[in-house]
């Protein structure tokens, strides 16, 4: 599975959006498979929700709402090697608080690198979703710009 997963790394650098979701059910192997990425490619994964977590603490909620495409826009920067960026946890992303649309966050990072992301919601009917339907946090997606990997 690295193997097909490093392959279309290299094959969507040529699209206009980079974004490459890995999707699969809890406890499936994502957080695994990056890894595996992250070893061969030899990049460090950022992991979101706790670094941006440790950043926003500081801040007040008026204050992290302002600042959070900022810090997740630095954070991205000291991550990414060349190219490319890995991501894991995405959670902190779809607090309501931080009034943020993750799904669009992630696809203008994948304007100027390539992006892989472990999608933390399900992929169903090609629609993403996160969170149940009811749950304050709940998104649903179209797959439009966005190549998703499932395991």
Known sequence: MIEKLDQLVDEIGALHSKLLLIVGTSHGGKTALIQAL????????????????????????????????SILRELAAQHAKGDLLLLG??????????????LDLLKRHAYSRRVIAIWPG????SRLTYANMGHPEHQDYSLDGVVPFEI
């Open 38 to 69: 992250a070893t061969k490619r030899s990049v460090t994964p950022l992991n979101v929700s706790a670094e941006m977590a440790a950043r926003l603490a500081a801040l007040t909620p008026k204050q992290r709402h302002l600042q959070a495409v």
């Open 89 to 102: 946890n995405l959670e902190v992303l779809f607090d309501k608080t931080l009034k943020l649309d993750p």
């Open 122 to 125: 399900e992929l169903s009917n």
